[in-house]
Antibody
Framework: EVQLVESGGGLVQPGGSLRLTCVVS????????MSWVRQTPEKGLEWVAN????????KYVDSVKGRFTISRDNARSSIYLQMNSLRGEDTALYYC?????????WGRGTLVTVSS | DIVMTQSPNSLAVSLGERATIKCKSS????????????LNWYQQKPGQPPKLLIY???TRESGVPARFSGSGSGTDFTLTISSLQAEDVAVYYC?????????FGGGTKVEIK
């Protein structure tokens, strides 16, 4: 059974940092692109970042470039999202998903709230 | 960025009847070198993550019932549920990946009349 389990969300003040983790099981993780996608009631679904299977290439949506970093550890079947300089508009449910530009397996998400 | 516009925002359909959801992209999502259309459809039920239903405009993901079908070309696309079932109550999203960043439509909520 394919499972993606996100963790690391929470309440953080503007300007603060969080690190999200996604642990994957049930498919050959090291051969897949992986992504983070976020969702809010106001803006809907938004792709955030993806990472190549070998970890050597990352892509980001413009609004998070220079603030967020996606990484992976294939030995641990995990991906990460380091989020710095957080803003109110980063408040969202963050999903981990398998795929580069379309996503066929999703976790249940971890909620990030940026507020003072 | 390519803007995806869905209509209607919501619709109520009787059980067993057809549901039709439209999606329009601000530019063509047809990649001419391989003649592939970079348009997907997702279903999101309450409290769950999105689920990939149809990719490249027409192809059903494995396990998706045949009552779901995708059609369209260029900038105009349609998701059709041929005979609505109770378990199809959800929000449906289109998504393009011709342009980077990939972008989603605002969603269409399908309910039972």
């Amino acid at each position: 059974e394919v499972q993606l389990v996100e963790s690391g969300g929470g309440l953080v003040q503007p300007g603060g940092s969080l690190r999200l983790t996604c642990v994957v099981s049930g498919f050959p993780f090291s051969g897949y692109y992986m992504s983070w996608v976020r969702q809010t009631p106001e803006k809907g679904l938004e792709w955030v970042a993806n990472i190549k299977p070998d970890g050597n290439e990352q892509k980001y949506v413009d609004s998070v470039k220079g603030r967020f970093t996606i990484s992976r550890d294939n030995a641990r079947s995990s991906i990460y999202l380091q989020m710095n300089s957080l803003r109110g508009e980063d408040t969202a449910l963050y999903y981990c998903a398998s795929g580069r530009w379309m996503w066929d397996n999703w976790g249940r998400g971890t909620l990030v709230t940026v507020s003072s | 960025d390519i803007v995806m516009t869905q209509s209607p925002n919501s619709l109520a359909v009787s059980l067993g009847e057809r549901a039709t959801i439209k999606c329009k992209s601000s530019q063509s999502v047809l990649y001419s070198p391989n003649n592939q259309t970079y348009l997907n459809w997702y279903q999101q039920k309450p409290g769950q993550p999105p689920k990939l239903l149809i990719y490249r405009a027409f192809t059903r993901e494995s396990g998706v019932p045949a009552r779901f079908s995708g059609s369209g070309s260029g900038t105009d696309f349609t998701l059709t549920i041929s005979s609505l079932q109770a378990e199809d109550v959800a929000v449906y999203y289109c998504q393009q990946y011709y342009g980077i960043p990939p972008t989603f439509g605002g969603g269409t909520k399908v309910e039972i009349k």
